[in-house]
């Protein structure tokens, strides 16, 4: 059982950053590929970035390519999501999970544990 707590979230002015973070409990993190997701008001969750187990993989959504980042610290059992040049269309809820995969994989139905999510909120 992985338990997964985001943080990081807040109210930002379009332009601004915001670095995510997402941290697993339990002592097998480095056995999980992790994801980061998110799911605007009235739309479907889609996939934003994800990476390896040993991070050295990584993937991206197209629409957030150049402005996201996934890093993780195994070490520390957290990943992370670096954001710059946010967006209004970036206001979403930001979940983190774990996939028992060895690749970065960007299909939420490969994950397994989900945390509840970090809401960040991107201003005109």
Do not use: H
């Not at 889609?46 to 629409?63: K, L, Q």
């Not at 983190?96 to 960040?120: I, K």
Request: proline share 3%.
């Amino acid at each position: 059982q992985v338990q997964l707590v985001e943080s990081g979230g807040g109210l930002v002015q379009a332009g601004g950053s915001l670095k995510l973070s997402c941290e697993a409990s339990g002592r097998t993190f480095s056995s999980y590929a992790m994801g980061w997701f998110r799911q605007a008001p009235g739309k479907e969750r889609e996939p934003v970035a994800a990476i390896s187990r040993s991070g050295a993989g990584t993937d991206y959504a197209d629409s957030v390519k150049g402005r996201f980042t996934i890093s993780r610290n195994n070490a520390k059992n957290t990943v992370y999501l670096q954001i710059i040049s946010l967006k209004p269309e970036d206001t979403a809820v930001y979940y983190c999970a774990a996939s028992r995969r060895l690749l970065a994989t960007m299909s939420p139905d490969e994950y397994d544990y989900w945390g509840q999510g970090t809401q960040v909120t991107v201003s005109s």
